[in-house]
């Protein structure tokens, strides 16, 4: 038995399949939801789908922080609301975790790797995810260590490794967690196994989530304000004709949430919608 956490608010429209995938796994597994005061059926779902739920007021990087401190075996998962696992995804991951321990010791944790797609209906969700795992084959084959973003979107961890992690942040806290691993002297992987992650988030919504995204960017100095900006005209020559604009206004709002930092760094709750 394995325990798996999912930190959630307001998810009624995805908590179905993402505990509905879960259990494709031929593993037991003991799925708890950490939620923040839903005031939608968030809860009711999940419990009546088998899982257990813990409700306390906090943001996510407190959700998390709660989550490290309290699994209770070696080994734990933590899953995002909107994502769906493949199928076998925690066989998978706990054999590229056992084949990895041959040669390291201090495996603190391995992570799934997201297909993105657009938001598609319930018709189409089985065409995009069979899409989604093609593309991870033909791109996604090598095992990386310790490189870029932390992947806690759907991520195995060993309990030892995360028993000190502690923020109070909203947002960015993968890359904290990922920061907090290897300042504790433990590495973690990317594996070459895949999850749909299925984002429901409005135009407008997607522009306000890039505003908090550079608000905590600013407080964690993850990146410089130069950087932004260069990868602003970057993407704008380099995106495809039906996606420029989108995605110069995706780094335009980044930019402006770095700028406002302190607007947009109090009371956010994570969700979708």
């Not at 922080?65 to 076998?88: L, P, Q, Y």
């Not at 600013?218 to 602003?232: D, G, P, Q």
Request: glycine share 6%; net charge positive.
């Amino acid at each position: 038995m394995i325990e798996v956490f999912i930190p959630t608010w307001d998810n009624e429209r995805t908590i179905k399949e993402c505990i509905q995938s879960l259990k494709q796994t031929s593993m037991d597994v003991d799925i708890t939801i950490v939620d923040n005061l839903s005031t939608d059926a968030t809860v009711k779902i999940a419990t009546s789908l088998g899982a257990k739920a813990v409700s306390l007021k906090a943001n996510l990087g407190e959700a998390r922080t709660w989550i490290c401190h309290h699994a209770k075996g070696e080994w734990f998962v933590m899953v995002d609301s909107d994502a769906m696992a493949s199928n076998r995804w925690l066989e998978q991951m706990i054999e590229h975790r056992d084949k990895l321990s041959l040669q390291d010791k201090r495996i603190g944790a391995v992570y799934c790797s997201p297909i993105e797609r657009p938001v598609v209906n319930d018709a189409k969700l089985k065409k995009a995810i069979v899409i989604g795992s093609l593309q991870a084959e033909m791109f996604h084959r090598q095992v990386r260590k310790n490189e870029g973003r932390f992947g806690i979107s759907l991520c195995l961890v060993r309990t030892e490794a995360a028993k000190g992690f502690s923020t109070n942040i909203g947002a960015l806290e993968d890359i904290l967690f990922g920061w907090f691993l290897r300042d504790s002297g433990w590495n973690y992987y990317s594996l070459p196994v895949w999850y749909y992650h299925k984002p429901l988030l409005s135009k407008e919504n997607t522009l306000r989530r890039a505003r908090i995204m550079g608000a905590y960017m600013h407080k964690i100095k993850y990146t410089s304000l130069a950087a932004l900006t260069f990868n602003m005209f970057r993407v704008f020559v380099t995106s495809n004709y039906g996606s420029k604009i989108r995605n110069f206004n995706v780094y335009l709002n980044l930019i402006v949430g770095w700028l406002t930092h302190e607007r947009y760094t109090h009371d956010y709750k994570w969700g979708q919608g």
